[in-house]
């Protein structure tokens, strides 16, 4: 009985959060076209990424989250494209969520190590639950499914669009994402629930630390993403160490100065983060240690990223005539 409650109450939340967040990514920099379309092409290379994300591990129902993005640069057209597909599923209740966009940046050149690139992006959604893993009121007394439920559909999908902007030179750089501008209907429900626009503000600054060794390479990065979308606000801040082919960092996310009716103090998670860069496949994990009122009890979650780069025809030769993003590998 304490189970299936837990269960339903599970349903409930993950519904709300749902209709309130999109899903997020603790290595948002390692899946950059998630983040922001005007990351598109910012590779000197071809670049795929994959990602994959559970959270709360240990409550029943654990969110899960999986990516799969690709793009490439045009240096003849200064364009940038790409296409990110991402799956998430929400709860016990099987409340799922399957996306595909696509996306294109334009590179201008504002100084010579200056560089903006304005982006678009148009996406499709498809959202959907599976009833027969709900558990409702009655069925915990009676065990008889419940037959008057004010759900008119199992599936809704939609189309999106979404605008992004990048400044970046060789030590810093900053980026805004404006997502769902259109706000569409993705309502499962009989009424109308338009899915709300979310706005992202990021950035970092890089440092090459000095080092004696000439072979050596050690940066230290500094980056922040803030998010808001409908009553939501939310702060990533963190840093990084880069030496050679290892990567180290720690994040905090939260905003512990402001008090919400919804989520209480703004505390989420300290995140702790492992790379390594193997002959151009960049492995990431990240485990993030819940701090909210949850407590530790949910598992925390845990993050696996994955980025390949390769080197075509078309943008070998133009590889030493690009200005490389400074941003963190993860």
Not at 226 to 232: A, E, I, V
Request: hydrophobic share 40%; net charge positive.
């Amino acid at each position: 009985m304490k189970k299936l409650i837990i269960t339903y109450s599970l349903i409930i939340l993950s519904a709300t959060l749902m209709k309130a967040q999109d899903p997020q990514f603790t290595q948002f920099y390692a899946n950059p076209l998630y983040l922001n379309p005007a990351f598109a092409g910012t590779s000197i290379q071809s670049r795929v990424v994959m990602a994959s994300r559970v959270q709360w591990a240990s409550i029943p129902g654990a969110f899960q989250t999986y990516s799969l993005s690709y793009d490439q640069y045009f240096p003849t057209i200064k364009s940038g494209f790409g296409v990110d597909v991402y799956y998430d599923r929400a709860g016990s209740g099987g409340l799922s969520t399957t996306s595909a966009k696509f996306m294109y940046a334009y590179e201008l050149k504002l100084k010579r190590n200056l560089f903006l690139r304005p982006a678009v992006e148009l996406g499709y959604f498809q959202r959907g639950i599976d009833l027969n893993r709900l558990t409702f009121g009655d069925q915990l007394n009676t065990g008889n499914p419940l037959t008057a439920i004010p759900i008119d559909q199992q599936r809704t999908q939609f189309f999106d669009i979404g605008a992004g902007a990048l400044l970046y030179s060789p030590t810093y750089w900053v980026g805004m994402t404006f997502s769902h501008i259109n706000q569409p209907d993705q309502s499962l429900l009989n009424d109308k629930s338009p899915l709300p626009m979310a706005f992202s503000l990021h950035g970092g600054y890089k440092v090459k630390l000095k080092n004696r060794k000439a072979l050596n390479r050690d940066f230290l990065f500094f980056a922040l993403n803030y998010k808001s979308q409908n009553k939501f606000d939310q702060l990533d801040l963190g840093a990084y160490f880069e030496h050679n082919q290892f990567t180290v960092g720690v994040w905090y996310r939260g905003l512990p100065v402001v008090y919400s009716e919804t989520t209480g103090i703004g505390r989420d998670a300290v995140a702790l983060l492992f790379g390594y860069d193997i002959n151009g496949v960049k492995i990431g994990y990240s485990y993030d240690i819940t701090i909210s009122q949850l407590g530790l009890n949910t598992g925390g979650s845990h993050e696996i990223t994955i980025v390949y780069e390769w080197a075509n025809r078309n943008n070998k030769r133009h590889s030493r005539k690009r200005r490389v993003i400074p941003c963190a590998k993860f």
